[in-house]
């Protein structure tokens, strides 16, 4: 079945940085990539995602890129503020979602 | 567009008795759901996936006795904790798709559950 890694475990940046969370994924069968965000006592809040057929996609502040060759996907978030500050969550799917372990981004002002 | 909302967004139990959480899909209808168990500072881990009027199909390790869901609407589903335990104290999510978009998911706020 489908295995996604997720690194860093924590980014802490500060305000006006870009911060990047990098994903791997097992199966090149799975063709869908959301990112979510989920505050704290909140549930996931999809941000962005692509499909298998795009190498990227920009939306704002936050793009992800996606190599299919290599299995990995990223999100880039530029111009950080306090408010994105949250833990983020890559997720691959063919079907079902398959989540990484999340990423604990810390924006200091 | 693609709201969902959990009902309740916390709730206490004693040990032994049974709890029903509600899932709501707000403005479209959603033939599958998802119910998702979230541990503090883990990921979020799928317990079952639902299709309107269909039984629930559980993902392994996950007992259908004691996690009850029904999806008996395009708009609702509900997952009862039978005989909750201070062990299933966590976080349940649920999200929500759309016909023919199955992938794109949309989640609930959460609700809280801490048995006592």
């Known amino acids: 079945g489908e295995n996604v890694e997720q690194h860093p475990s924590t980014l802490s940046v500060q305000e006006g940085d870009s911060a990047v969370i990098k994903c791997t994924y097992s199966?090149?069968?799975?063709?869908?990539f959301p990112w979510y965000k989920q505050e704290l006592g909140k549930g996931p809040q999809l941000i962005i995602d692509?499909?298998?057929?795009?190498g990227e996609k920009k939306d704002q502040r936050i793009a992800v890129t996606l190599n299919k060759t290599a299995k990995h996907f990223s999100l880039h978030i530029t111009e950080t503020q306090p408010e994105d500050s949250a833990v983020y969550f890559c997720a691959g799917s063919q079907g079902n979602l398959i989540f990484g372990k999340g990423t604990k981004l810390s924006v200091k002002p | 567009g693609a709201v969902v909302s959990q009902h309740p967004s916390w709730v206490i139990c004693k040990s032994g008795t049974s709890v029903k959480i509600e899932c709501r899909s707000l403005d479209f209808q959603a033939t599958t759901m998802f119910w998702y168990r979230q541990f503090p500072k883990q990921s979020l881990m799928l317990m079952a996936t639902?299709?309107?009027?269909?039984?629930?199909?559980?993902e392994q390790g996950v007992e259908k006795d004691k996690f009850l869901i029904n999806h008996a609407s395009l708009t609702l589903s509900t997952l009862t904790v039978t005989s909750a335990h201070p062990e299933d104290s966590s976080f349940y999510i649920c999200?929500?798709?759309?016909?023919?978009?199955?992938?794109?998911?949309?989640f609930g706020p959460g609700t809280r559950l801490t048995v006592t």
């Open positions: 639902s299709n309107e009027g269909s039984k629930a199909t559980y």
């Open positions: 692509i499909r298998s057929n795009v």
């Open positions: 199966d090149s069968a799975s063709n869908y």
């Open positions: 999200s929500a798709s759309r016909a023919g978009v199955s992938y794109e998911q949309y």
